[in-house]
C-alpha cells in the first residue's frame, strides 16, 4: 500500500512574488525535513498499530470463534508480533522541491505501508505452528497466510466442531474429518491479496494521513 501527499501553491500568483515565497517555504521545508519526516512517520505508526488492534479478526483471534478455528494459543504474543512488523516495517520519505520556476510541488511525503506480498509478516514464526494428527503425522498450520490470501479456498477436508474439548488446542473445539466436508476460513474474515483483514483495517488511513501531515506541517513550522 503506497500514499503520496503533495502540497501545491496556487497557479494565480505573480511569478516573482511566487519564486520568492516559493524559496522561501522550501527552505523553511528544508531545514526541517527531518523532523518533519520523523514526527510523521512516528504517528503514522501509532494510528496504523491502533487501526490493526481493533480488526474484527484480530479481536475474534482473542478468544473468539475464529481462535478455535485457526487453533491459535497465545493470540495476544502472536498477534503483536505481527502488527509490530507491519508498525515498524512502516516507510516515510520526505522530498523538498528547490529552485522551480513555475507553479508545483514544494512537499512531497511518500508512505509505504505493508509489503505487497505479505513476506515481512508470513516469514515470523508467530504466522504458523506444527501440529501432529492422530497418526503422528505432522502438519504445518499457516494460519496467517490462510487468513491473508487464501479467500474461500479449501483448507482441508475436515469440519470444526466448536466446544471445550479436552484435546482441543484452544479449548474451544477441534477439526474433525466427515465425509464430505470441507473447512476454510469463514466468509466475514476471509482475505485476499488486496482484500484482507490488514487492507480493510487500513481501508481510511489516507484520511487520517491527510490529518496528520497537516497538523505536524503547522506544529513544526509555526
Known amino acids: 500500500m503506497s500514499i503520496s501527499f503533495s502540497l501545491d501553491l496556487q497557479s494565480d500568483f505573480n511569478s516573482h512574488f511566487q519564486k520568492n515565497v516559493m524559496d522561501e517555504i522550501s527552505g523553511q521545508f528544508n531545514k526541517n525535513a527531518i523532523k518533519i519526516n520523523n514526527a510523521i512517520k512516528k504517528r503514522i505508526q501509532d494510528t496504523v498499530r491502533s487501526l490493526l488492534i481493533l480488526a474484527p479478526e484480530v479481536m475474534d483471534l482473542i478468544g473468539g470463534t475464529l481462535q478455535g478455528e485457526l487453533g491459535v494459543t497465545d493470540p495476544h504474543g502472536k498477534l503483536s508480533s505481527i502488527v509490530e512488523t507491519w508498525v515498524e516495517n512502516i516507510e516515510v520519505s520526505t522530498v523538498v522541491y528547490r529552485g522551480f520556476k513555475k507553479p508545483g510541488a514544494l512537499l512531497r511525503i511518500q508512505i509505504h505501508v505493508l509489503r505487497d506480498d505479505y513476506s515481512d ?3 515470523l514464526a508467530a504466522s504458523s505452528y506444527d501440529s501432529v494428527g492422530a497418526r503422528g503425522t505432522l502438519f504445518v498450520i499457516e494460519w496467517l497466510r490462510w487468513l491473508l490470501l487464501e ?3 479449501t483448507i482441508i477436508n475436515y469440519t470444526f466442531v466448536p466446544g471445550d474439548m479436552r484435546s482441543s488446542r484452544t479449548g474451544r473445539g477441534i477439526m474433525r474429518r466427515q ?4 473447512w476454510s476460513i469463514p ?3 476471509r482475505g485476499t491479496e488486496q482484500d484482507n483483514f490488514a487492507t480493510r483495517a487500513l481501508s ?5 494521513i491527510g490529518i496528520i501531515v497537516r497538523s505536524e506541517l503547522k506544529r513544526i513550522l509555526t
Open 121 to 123: 509478516v508470513l516469514s
Open 151 to 153: 479467500g474461500d479456498k
Open 187 to 189: 466468509p466475514q474474515f
Open 179 to 182: 465425509p464430505g466436508q470441507r
Open 204 to 208: 481510511d488511513l489516507d484520511k487520517h
